[in-house]
């Protein structure tokens, strides 16, 4: 059985360093994309193109693998020990390396009719670009659904640092490319290095995996218990972690009729800027407790279950309150500082900024779904995240057609944030009615402490932009406007909210203190 992990916060904390490396990474990635291709023919085309099979099956295996595996890969471990579970595990992979390459031959086959369905909008020129580039990337479907299997076995085996890595390793091979052979050999060449990068993620787990035991037993067993669990859940599991990039594939195709094509780089950019930002803090924390919460459905500690949620939903939004205001405030400067200069023009500048700033209304409903949907397919429960995303994917379409051409990228990320939101409602509905949710009258005097804080914090932070306005533009300048408001936002947050007496910034005291009194002695 899988040793429990004695102290989460040092995990989370770990993971956390490793995914903000990947992150930031992640930014110069897309920095570069930016400063070479721009928001031009190329760029839209490729982030398409990137978009059906690497959002698709990168979110989906990510997501759903993990949400049906490691439940059941858990209770194996729980009650027939690591023996079974290792070999439940191998059949898992066979049956999902089978279905990856399949879903990769019909997506080479089918390229030209799924670009039409999810850009409708681009010229012949771009259209018939991205059908190439698509064909060239699919085969990213078939090492997302390796990788990610191995995800949720070292995972589920408390190893949450090696999974971490695996998009610092991905993005530091993208960002080699671009300073080796872009000029070479042009955005087929990119495409080519983001194959190169998702099949090293599979790769770098395989010593860590040796290390803990785990060997590789080909077998093909659909009839098995746990097979038949996994698919018990994999459908409804499958349709619901496809909401957010179906939602991204509905935005690009709207976006696809905006400014000659820049809408999809915009709406993108704005979509990558945001998760890479909200990422760092919600996907470490869900990778942690999601294993956790596992354990405690094996074991039955129902208890324990809903104080898990609770102190992750309460600690998560005592990050994620003050986020969204900074995300909005700090748009302009952000993005300028991220993706200006060379072919990203002071145009796109400003539609990818407009979209990060409404993208940001949603960071919570963003947070709470990440988090609740989590508890959900521990206790192997697909249904209600399936209603919740198709909801969720109807208000997103519904808000699209209803806004897009009066508010154009704007309207698009209002629609996204919308349906965010609405899902993460859902999700929290059922589990009040139940006895298991977490939101409580101490919860609500505390959310309004933490809103009162950032509203402080939002304004301190318009002063000091006020302040800098006018006094250049060079990169310098936008580091500082970025840097400057953001670090005395957080100050002045984490002042308030210890006037407040909330439990984080207490616990954040209490750690300094030791920490100080120990360098003393």
Request: glycine residues 8%.
């Given at each position: 059985?899988?040793?429990?992990?004695?102290?989460?916060?040092?995990?989370?904390?770990?993971?956390?360093?490793?995914?903000?490396?990947?992150?930031?990474?992640?930014?110069?990635?897309?920095?570069?994309?930016?400063?070479?291709?721009?928001?031009?023919?190329?760029?839209?085309?490729?982030?398409?193109?990137?978009?059906?099979?690497?959002?698709?099956?990168?979110?989906?295996?990510?997501?759903?693998?993990?949400?049906?595996?490691?439940?059941?890969?858990?209770?194996?471990?729980?009650?027939?020990?690591?023996?079974?579970?290792?070999?439940?595990?191998?059949?898992?992979?066979?049956?999902?390396?089978?279905?990856?390459?399949?879903?990769?031959?019909?997506?080479?086959?089918?390229?030209?009719?799924?670009?039409?369905?999810?850009?409708?909008?681009?010229?012949?020129?771009?259209?018939?670009?991205?059908?190439?580039?698509?064909?060239?990337?699919?085969?990213?479907?078939?090492?997302?659904?390796?990788?990610?299997?191995?995800?949720?076995?070292?995972?589920?085996?408390?190893?949450?640092?090696?999974?971490?890595?695996?998009?610092?390793?991905?993005?530091?091979?993208?960002?080699?490319?671009?300073?080796?052979?872009?000029?070479?050999?042009?955005?087929?060449?990119?495409?080519?290095?983001?194959?190169?990068?998702?099949?090293?993620?599979?790769?770098?787990?395989?010593?860590?995996?040796v290390k803990k035991g785990f060997f590789y037993k080909p077998s093909l067993n659909l009839k098995s218990d746990g097979m038949k669990k996994v698919f018990a859940m994999m459908l409804p599991?499958?349709?619901?972690?496809?909401?957010?990039?179906?939602?991204?594939?509905?935005?690009?195709?709207?976006?696809?009729?905006?400014?000659?094509g820049a809408g999809v780089s915009a709406i993108t950019m704005a979509n990558n800027l945001f998760l890479i930002i909200t990422g760092v803090f919600i996907l470490s924390v869900t990778n942690?407790?999601?294993?956790?919460?596992?354990?405690?459905?094996?074991?039955?500690?129902?208890?324990?279950?809903?104080?898990?949620?609770?102190?992750?939903?309460?600690?998560?939004?005592?990050?994620?309150?003050?986020?969204?205001?900074?995300?909005?405030?700090?748009?302009?400067?952000?993005?300028?500082?991220?993706?200006?200069?060379?072919?990203?023009?002071?145009?796109?500048?400003?539609?990818?900024?407009?979209?990060?700033?409404?993208?940001?209304?949603?960071?919570?409903?963003?947070?709470?779904?990440?988090?609740?949907?989590?508890?959900?397919?521990?206790?192997?429960?697909?249904?209600?995240?399936?209603?919740?995303?198709?909801?969720?994917?109807?208000?997103?379409?519904?808000?699209?057609?209803?806004?897009?051409?009066?508010?154009?990228?704007?309207?698009?990320?209002?629609?996204?944030?919308?349906?965010?939101?609405?899902?993460?409602?859902?999700?929290?509905?059922?589990?009040?009615?139940?006895?298991?949710?977490?939101?409580?009258?101490?919860f609500i005097i505390d959310m309004v402490k933490m809103l009162l804080s950032t509203i402080v914090m939002t304004a301190a932070v318009f002063f000091l932009m006020s302040f800098f306005a006018?006094?250049?533009?060079?990169?310098?300048?936008?580091?500082?406007?970025?840097?400057?408001?953001?670090?005395?936002?957080?100050?002045?947050?984490?002042?308030?909210?210890?006037?407040?007496?909330?439990?984080?910034?207490?616990?954040?005291?209490?750690?300094?203190?030791?920490?100080?009194?120990?360098?003393?002695?």
């Amino acid at each position: 059985m899988a040793e429990k992990n004695k102290n989460p916060l040092k995990a989370i904390s770990l993971v956390m360093i490793l995914t903000l490396i990947g992150k930031i990474l992640g930014l110069l990635r897309d920095r570069l994309l930016a400063v070479n291709y721009g928001s031009g023919m190329e760029t839209n085309a490729f982030l398409a193109a990137s978009q059906i099979p690497r959002n698709f099956f990168d979110v989906v295996f990510a997501s759903a693998v993990a949400a049906s595996f490691i439940p059941v890969f858990n209770e194996y471990l729980t009650k027939k020990g690591k023996r079974e579970a290792i070999i439940f595990s191998g059949n898992f992979i066979t049956v999902i390396g089978l279905i990856s390459l399949l879903l990769t031959g019909l997506g080479i086959v089918f390229a030209g009719p799924l670009v039409t369905l999810f850009a409708d909008g681009f010229d012949a020129q771009t259209t018939a670009l991205c059908v190439s580039l698509t064909r060239v990337m699919f085969p990213t479907a078939l090492f997302t659904g390796i990788t990610f299997s191995f995800v949720g076995i070292l995972q589920s085996f408390d190893e949450f640092n090696i999974p971490a890595l695996i998009s610092v390793l991905m993005n530091i091979i993208v960002i080699a490319y671009y300073y080796t052979f872009n000029t070479r050999f042009g955005i087929y060449g990119l495409a080519g290095a983001f194959l190169v990068g998702f099949f090293m993620q599979a790769a770098v787990q395989v010593p860590s995996l040796v290390k803990k035991g785990f060997f590789y037993k080909p077998s093909l067993n659909l009839k098995s218990d746990g097979m038949k669990k996994v698919f018990a859940m994999m459908l409804p599991v499958l349709i619901s972690t496809w909401v957010q990039p179906i939602n991204q594939m509905i935005n690009t195709r709207f976006g696809s009729h905006l400014f000659n094509g820049a809408g999809v780089s915009a709406i993108t950019m704005a979509n990558n800027l945001f998760l890479i930002i909200t990422g760092v803090f919600i996907l470490s924390v869900t990778n942690v407790i999601f294993p956790r919460l596992s354990r405690l459905t094996g074991e039955d500690d129902k208890l324990q279950f809903k104080d898990t949620i609770s102190l992750t939903i309460h600690a998560s939004m005592y990050f994620v309150i003050p986020m969204t205001a900074g995300l909005m405030v700090l748009a302009r400067p952000l993005v300028s500082l991220i993706y200006g200069g060379g072919e990203f023009t002071g145009f796109s500048i400003t539609i990818t900024s407009q979209a990060l700033r409404f993208v940001s209304l949603g960071m919570i409903g963003y947070a709470l779904q990440m988090i609740l949907s989590r508890a959900y397919f521990a206790r192997q429960n697909g249904k209600t995240p399936l209603i919740a995303g198709i909801i969720s994917i109807t208000v997103n379409l519904v808000l699209c057609v209803l806004l897009t051409d009066s508010f154009n990228v704007t309207g698009l990320a209002l629609a996204s944030a919308a349906a965010g939101t609405v899902n993460a409602i859902i999700l929290i509905i059922p589990l009040q009615k139940t006895g298991s949710g977490f939101i409580t009258k101490s919860f609500i005097i505390d959310m309004v402490k933490m809103l009162l804080s950032t509203i402080v914090m939002t304004a301190a932070v318009f002063f000091l932009m006020s302040f800098f306005a006018g006094m250049g533009d060079g990169k310098l300048m936008q580091a500082v406007m970025s840097v400057v408001p953001a670090g005395v936002g957080f100050v002045v947050y984490f002042v308030v909210t210890a006037i407040f007496g909330l439990s984080e910034t207490k616990t954040a005291i209490r750690y300094v203190k030791r920490r100080f009194s120990a360098r003393r002695a």
